[in-house]
């Protein structure tokens, strides 16, 4: 009865899947992970509260056919890994990713469905249900690989010679009293230290990882306590996918973020599958998953497939040295990034 009821799930998913292209990515549904959110930590929601959350963005609500849904209060290898799976097994049932899904995540998002990823293939055949058939993951600002901010909390809350006023800017950004915490009330953000961060999951995967990077975030102070370049949040390292922590200024080796041709601070090498496609010195951490225009956008990798086109039309520009006023130089950026913010040019681009 039980297999009879998942073949029907799986007949009505394929029929409603077929009404609702416009919620498609290159003809592939889309789930959605949301990243870091700050009042898990005070406020502990329940599975319940967790699972009903609309995080990511409108523009990427409005395209998407589910959500895979986790506490910041929890652990990556703990109940956050239950909270995903217990979601996962409902697109199972369903058939939502029977003939293939995009995942468009963002920050800490990385990190949970990279060890989703890594997992699922045997959770889902153990508990009889078909893996989701994940084509590609779209990540915007990933955090993946760490950041100094979990650094910093974890080592508040674990020596007690920290002065008090560091214990409260800290807490302060992370909205909870670190004068009293222990990591236990950390949540996720134990898994977020560089060497936490990068010890979980760390096994190559065949799904391809599209990253999308930005600069800015320049209104969060505490920025300068991040290494290298970052979004206000998470450092370029991170969210470029560089196979080591070392803090870099781009991407790449030889395009800025503001997409001038020049010798730069890139990755040493990068996480396997994983690939830089668009950055932007414009875009903060929370703006890249948003449909608001801030800057132009520069491309690191273009032209490939990882099961749809990676294939954004892109020109070049020069800047004479005269013009001051101007960063002068040569630049290849991304057409129609000029208006489009770097979310709807993903998404048309992708369906095009």
Wanted: aromatic residues 10%; charged residues 15%; proline residues 4%.
């Amino acid at each position: 009865m039980v297999q009879l009821i998942k073949k029907i799930s799986v007949v009505i998913g394929l029929t409603l899947l077929s009404t609702l292209s416009y919620a498609q990515i290159a003809g592939y549904n889309v789930l959605l992970v949301h990243g870091f959110q700050f009042g898990d930590l005070s406020s502990q929601p329940s599975d319940a509260e967790v699972y009903e959350r609309r995080l990511i963005s409108d523009f990427w609500e409005q395209r998407a056919e589910g959500r895979l849904n986790w506490s910041s209060a929890e652990r990556v290898e703990g109940k956050i890994s239950q909270q995903i799976f217990e979601q996962a097994k409902r697109y199972s049932a369903q058939g939502t990713c029977a003939l293939g899904c995009v995942v468009v995540l963002h920050s800490t998002g990385d990190q949970v469905m990279r060890h989703f990823l890594a997992n699922q293939e045997e959770w889902l055949r153990n508990a009889g249900y078909e893996p989701l058939n994940i084509v590609a993951t779209i990540d915007f600002g990933g955090a993946g690989g760490g950041t100094d901010f979990a650094d910093l909390a974890v080592g508040v809350v674990t020596n007690e010679s920290i002065p008090q006023w560091i214990k409260t800017t800290i807490g302060a950004f992370l909205k909870i009293d670190l004068s009293n915490a222990n990591t236990e009330s950390l949540g996720v953000v134990n898994d977020l230290t560089y060497s936490g961060a990068r010890s979980i999951a760390p096994q190559p995967n065949h799904i391809p990882r599209l990253r999308f990077s930005g600069s800015g975030g320049n209104t969060n102070p505490l920025k300068v306590l991040l290494s290298g370049y970052s979004d206000g949040v998470v450092p370029a390292s991170s969210s470029c996918a560089a196979a080591s922590p070392a803090a870099i200024d781009s991407c790449s080796n030889s395009i800025g973020y503001s997409g001038k041709l020049t010798s730069k601070n890139g990755p040493s090498g990068l996480m396997y599958n994983h690939f830089p496609v668009l950055m932007s010195k414009h875009y903060g951490h929370g703006p890249l998953k948003e449909d608001n225009h801030k800057g132009t956008v520069t491309y690191v990798q273009n032209n490939f497939n990882v099961g749809f086109d990676v294939d954004f039309d892109t020109y070049r520009k020069k800047v004479p040295w005269w013009q001051f006023w101007r960063e002068s130089g040569t630049f290849q950026l991304v057409s129609g990034s000029d208006s489009k913010s770097m979310s709807r040019l993903i998404y048309d681009t992708f369906n095009r």
